[in-house]
């Protein structure tokens, strides 16, 4: 496995590939890599000629600083993982690599609706920064394809959105959650956890799974407000929001036929630690 930190080089690597005619994959990181992680890779290595790994935490979709520095980094463990699991190139770039001029929101882009709930309403900026920066890879790798996991389904539904407002040709691969043998949803910000709320974390899906029982036979208020409860009585843990929306569009629903397909996307702080899960609610 090659790695890249300059954008010279790894631009240079992509127009000799695309030269060759071989199909490039990519999978965005902001390290601290683990299982689901590489699920994704595995996917992109099975699909795709070569796989391009970027390992980048991105400060424009940090809206709080603390977030930003205690984000957990481990570049050594992650290059090993990424050579194991076939990747081609790991990008591992600088921020003044990928922002030479600041790092700062220099375009407004077209999210639509789907930017502005949950996430985007208690992290502002967030998903501008977001798509800046997947913009920014697409720009350099020029991916056939890009592969994305489905605990972020907020996220992969802004980026579609950013891929169609732009123009761009690169195909969105959406992929399981990835979850532990006791259910927790795998996320780097599980590293951040102490041993008791690790212990704790677990009770996210089991109430998101106990949401699911629950809404065959109560309305979308009633479900909403058991999963919140449940949470909300587990010691250091604090529902910031669980949303019940319409799976395309991430506009909440009132009732349980306003959709084709519904989703019920959480967050959740287990201590200081926040924690996202999501859960198919419709159809059953």
Wanted: hydrophobic residues 40%.
């Amino acid at each position: 496995m090659q790695i890249i930190r300059s954008v010279d080089e790894l631009i240079s690597y992509v127009a000799l590939q695309k030269n060759n005619h071989l199909s490039l994959g990519l999978v965005p990181t902001m390290g601290a890599l683990h299982a689901g992680h590489l699920s994704l890779v595995e996917r992109a290595v099975k699909e795709n000629d070569l796989v391009v790994a970027s390992v980048f935490v991105n400060p424009t979709q940090f809206n709080n600083p603390e977030d930003l520095r205690t984000y957990p980094r481990t570049e050594e463990a992650d290059v090993a993982l990424l050579a194991k699991a076939g990747v081609a190139v790991a990008f591992i770039p600088s921020v003044e690599e990928i922002y030479p001029s600041g790092a700062r929101h220099e375009k407004e882009y077209q999210l639509g609706t789907a930017a502005e709930v949950m996430e985007g309403k208690f992290r502002p900026g967030h998903f501008q920064g977001v798509a800046q920066i997947v913009h920014r890879l697409f720009q350099l790798v020029q991916p056939n394809r890009a592969y994305f996991g489905e605990k972020d389904f907020q996220q992969i539904a802004v980026i579609r959105n950013m891929v169609e407002s732009e123009g761009l040709n690169t195909e969105i691969v959406d992929c399981p959650i990835k979850r532990a043998d006791d259910g927790l949803a795998l996320s780097s910000r599980n590293a951040l956890l102490t041993e008791d709320q690790r212990r704790r974390a677990p009770e996210i899906y089991s109430a998101l799974m106990a949401g699911v029982e629950y809404s065959k036979t109560h309305s979308v208020r009633e479900t909403h407000d058991m999963v919140v409860e449940r949470l909300n009585a587990v010691e250091e843990m604090e529902v910031e929001y669980f949303e019940i929306v319409d799976a395309r569009t991430l506009l909440p629903v009132e009732e349980w036929n306003e959709a084709p397909n519904i989703q019920g996307c959480i967050t959740v702080y287990n201590g200081k630690v926040r924690l996202i899960d999501n859960i198919r609610l419709r159809p059953l």
